[in-house]
């Protein structure tokens, strides 16, 4: 099974694609690995790492968000920032939201010392562990076993995250091997892609997909799943060139210091830019600021990769204002509404009662 038929078949669909009801936290950048094909860059030369006390203010402020049902850790590696990892696993328990963690088991040596990790933390809802032909190349496949038969005493639910390789039939009978029946029964695997994004587009492990004219055409459905850095900049969208740019960019909706998360959500919940991007795409956008003369050039993009339409017209300030301008009317409004409520199955909230479908 792969990522998209795990979401759309689990419990995990009306999170991953709801708003905000599941929420990212990166603690940390900081990994003691750097896989050739990670997409957050991470290594153990990135120190960046969120310190405690802010986080806890960051995290009390996304607990407070209605919505919010899952907070998911992420990074870096989040068992590599113990404090700040204990300390958003205490505050979602409290505030009765559930949590998910994924790690790359660099920490469970053994099973015994796995065991001594786990039980020092508030209880993880969802363990998912990333393992692949690229992670072992630092991370042993022993420990990643480990981890897992470890955890199926502390955890609800566990996960292997894999990504699909090259090398991915041999890394499975390995893994499979070495698991064995009994603990592959009591976890899921959660096959994701190979993506030319973040380190993969420098260490060659996959060539840049070929170019087409063609603008790519599909909605976005990662706009409800916003993500927290570890500098506190909360950004509306997980895709790794909008979280970790370090210039400001239109996902990066401020830095939870200065405001709360539901004053963000809210921006985010009455943008008609954003909302389009959710339910018509960035193609329509694109249309729009080819048809209105907003000095928008297209050009070639990776085939089917709606990220690099989207980022292109993000980088032009006269596009976001020009769209916003165009189509701030209460029909518009109605009509990503209306969007909203089919695609994503939002509670609808009509603000005229004449639809203009587009
Ligand atoms: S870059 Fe645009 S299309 Fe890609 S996930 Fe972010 S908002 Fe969606």
Redesign the pocket.
Known sequence: MDIYDLIQSSDLKHLRFGFYKLVYIRPTQFCPASCRHCSARSSPGTQRTAEVERLEKWVTSITDLPEVEWIGVEGGEPFAAPAQLEMILQVAQERGVFTSVLTNAYWAKDERRAREVLKNYPKINFLIISADEFHEEYIPLSRVVAALRAARDYVDRLGVQICAGPEYPTFRERFDCLAGDDLLESVDIIEVPLQYIGRAQESGVIHRPAESDELPEAI?N??GTPVLREDGVFV????QD?VLSSQPNL?QLGNLDDCDALALKSRVDADVY?QT?RVFG?KAIAEAAIKHQWGWEPRSYQQGN??EL??HL?SDQQVVEGFREAFNTPEYHDTLALGRSILFDEPLMMESMEVDLV
Do not use: E, M
Not at 236 to 239: D, F
């Open positions: 976005c990662f706009l509306a969208c997980c895709q909008a996902f954003l991007l960035p709606i990220c989207c980022l993000a």
